[in-house]
């Protein structure tokens, strides 16, 4: 199975700010990659596929990129609703793997 | 528009079966372009995919499975398409599968020769707690 991994674990920034997250892959996905935001006590949304494709209704400020095994989701001029957890997940093979999240918090 | 509903007991004792149920509305469980997944999240920990089932107009209650490989011998996962739902059966509990459990559905989606797969809509997720 494919291990995905996430750096930071939390990321403190300032409203407004941008905040850029990582996704590492053991092996190639291409770029079969999603990501998902979740809020405390909310079910997770998806974000991006395809690495970089935002979801239906997704604002501009997010954006993916990347392929192969390394990922990364940037969230420009952040807003007070963006402060979630991020999660990266593969879909290049079963079984689909999570990373294991990144919390963007307020500095 | 699309939605799903977990549903089942919220408390099961160690060692028994875990079952829980996921109806869809506003939506075919036997589209062809959709799988149907269960994922769960411990309490403050981060999210598991538990396995997920695609059923494209079968009858039959097993459809086309894929699992985790930590919980294959344990669970199963099947369908209903006279109810328009599907289920997850997780056998011999323990602790550690306490729980939120979502259901979801992967939507494969085409983009130029690309096929992607995404989960685009989600339960609200159901609790379940493993004690005696």
């Known amino acids: 199975e494919i291990v995905m991994t996430q750096s930071p674990a939390t990321l403190s920034v300032s409203p407004g700010e941008s905040a850029t997250l990582s996704c590492r892959a053991s092996?190639?996905?291409?770029?079969?990659l999603a990501w998902y935001q979740q809020k405390p006590g909310q079910s997770p949304r998806l974000l991006i596929y395809?690495?970089?494709i935002r979801a239906t209704g997704v604002p501009a400020r997010f954006s993916g990129s990347g392929s192969g095994t390394e990922f990364t989701l940037t969230v420009s001029s952040l807003q007070s609703e963006d402060f979630a957890v991020y999660y990266c997940?593969?879909?290049?093979?079963?079984?689909?793997?999570f990373g294991q999240g990144t919390k963007v918090e307020v500095k | 528009q699309l939605q799903l509903q977990e549903s089942g007991p919220g408390l099961v004792k160690p060692s028994e079966t875990l079952s829980l149920t996921c109806s869809v509305s506003?939506?075919?469980?036997?589209?062809?372009?959709?799988?149907w997944v269960w994922i769960r999240q411990p309490p403050g920990k981060g999210l598991e995919w538990i396995g997920n089932?695609?059923?494209?107009?079968?009858?039959?209650?097993?459809?086309?499975?894929y699992y985790s490989p930590s919980l294959e011998s344990r669970v199963t996962i099947s369908v209903d398409t006279s109810r328009n739902q599907f289920s997850l059966r997780l056998i011999s509990v323990t602790a550690a599968d306490t729980a939120v459990y979502f259901c979801?559905?992967?939507?494969?989606?085409?983009?130029?020769?690309?096929?992607?797969?995404?989960?685009?809509?989600w339960g609200q997720g159901t609790t379940v707690t493993v004690s005696s």
């Open positions: 979801a559905r992967e939507r494969v989606i085409v983009v130029g020769a690309l096929v992607h797969y995404a989960m685009d809509v």
């Open positions: 506003g939506g075919s469980i036997s589209s062809s372009i959709d799988y």
């Open positions: 089932i695609y059923s494209r107009g079968r009858t039959s209650s097993r459809g086309s499975t």
């Open positions: 092996q190639t996905l291409s770029t079969n």
């Open positions: 395809g690495a970089s």
């Open positions: 997940q593969q879909y290049n093979q079963w079984p689909r793997m």
